[in-house]
C-alpha cells in the first residue's frame, strides 16, 4: 500500500498569506493520481484538487496543485478566513487508496 | 442537486452488526462506483471498500475484509454497508463517496454528510 506523509502536521497563519503543503508517497503514484481534499469541523471533506493540478467544480483559483511521481504541492496563494481546515492529500491510483494524515491550518 | 445521504449508524456493543444506508440523487447512480470512507473521532480519513455501477465487482480494506459486505440497489439508487462482527476500533464516522469519473478511478467530488457507528459495551 501507498503511504502518504504530509507536511508539516499543523500551521499557523494569518488571513491574506501564502500556504503550502506537502504532501510525499512511499512509492510513485500512478499518473498523477492524486487529490486534495478540505475538511472544516462536523462537514464531510471537500475535493479541491483532482490529479494533482486540476481544481474541482466550483473551487476558487487561490487553490492549486502541483508535483508528479512521490512529491505533491498544495499551494493557497492568499489565505482567506474560511480556508482554515484540514487538508488531506489521497492517492487513487493504486489499491488500496490511500490518505494522508492531514495538515491543519489553524488561525495564528 | 446532487446528493448523497447516509443512515444507519447507532450505538451497537461489540460483536454486533449494523446495516448503513446512502440514498443518492441527481446523478445517473448505477453510472458510478461508489465507495465508503470512515473516520475515527480526531483522525484522518481511511477508505473501507468500494464496488463498480452493477455491484459485480468489488474490494475491501484488509481491516474490515470478511466482516463488512459492500451492495447496491440502482432501482433505489441506494449503496448499503453491511457491517458485522464490529470491534471497538471500527468505531468512526462512516462517509459514502462517489468516484468523479465514470467507470474508471477518480478521486471523490462528492460525499455523503456521515453516519456515526459507535462500538462500545
Known amino acids: 500500500e501507498i503511504v502518504l506523509t504530509q507536511s508539516p502536521g499543523t500551521l499557523s497563519l494569518s488571513p491574506g498569506e501564502r500556504v503550502t503543503l506537502s504532501c510525499r508517497a512511499s512509492?510513485?503514484?500512478?499518473?498523477?493520481?492524486l487529490a486534495w481534499y478540505q475538511q472544516k469541523p462536523g462537514q464531510a471533506p471537500r475535493l479541491l484538487i483532482y490529479?494533482?493540478?486540476s481544481r474541482a467544480t466550483g473551487i476558487p483559483d487561490r487553490f492549486s496543485g502541483s508535483g508528479s511521481g512521490t512529491d505533491f504541492t498544495l499551494t493557497i496563494s492568499r489565505l482567506e478566513p474560511e480556508d482554515f481546515a484540514v487538508y488531506y492529500c489521497?492517492?487513487?491510483?493504486?489499491?488500496?487508496?490511500?490518505f494522508g494524515q492531514g495538515t491543519k491550518v489553524e488561525i495564528k | 442537486e446532487v446528493q448523497l445521504v447516509e443512515s444507519g449508524g447507532g450505538l451497537v456493543q461489540p460483536g454486533g452488526s449494523l446495516r448503513l444506508s446512502c440514498t443518492a440523487s441527481g446523478f445517473t447512480f448505477s453510472s458510478y462506483w461508489m465507495h465508503w470512507v470512515r473516520q475515527t473521532p480526531g483522525k484522518g480519513l481511511v477508505w473501507v471498500s468500494r464496488?463498480?455501477?452493477?455491484?459485480?465487482?468489488?474490494n475491501y480494506a484488509d481491516s474490515v475484509k470478511g466482516r463488512f459486505t459492500i451492495s447496491r440497489d440502482n432501482a433505489k439508487s441506494t449503496l448499503y454497508l453491511q457491517v458485522n462482527s464490529l470491534r471497538v476500533e471500527d468505531t468512526a464516522v462512516y462517509y459514502c463517496?462517489?468516484?468523479?469519473?465514470?467507470?474508471?478511478?477518480?478521486?471523490?467530488?462528492?460525499w455523503g454528510q456521515g453516519t456515526m457507528v459507535t462500538v462500545s459495551s
Open positions: 463517496a462517489r468516484d468523479r469519473v465514470v467507470g474508471a478511478n477518480g478521486a471523490f467530488d462528492i
Open positions: 490529479g494533482a493540478s
Open positions: 489521497q492517492q487513487y491510483g493504486s489499491a488500496p487508496r490511500t
Open positions: 512509492q510513485s503514484v500512478s499518473s498523477t493520481y
Open positions: 464496488v463498480n455501477g452493477d455491484g459485480g465487482n468489488t
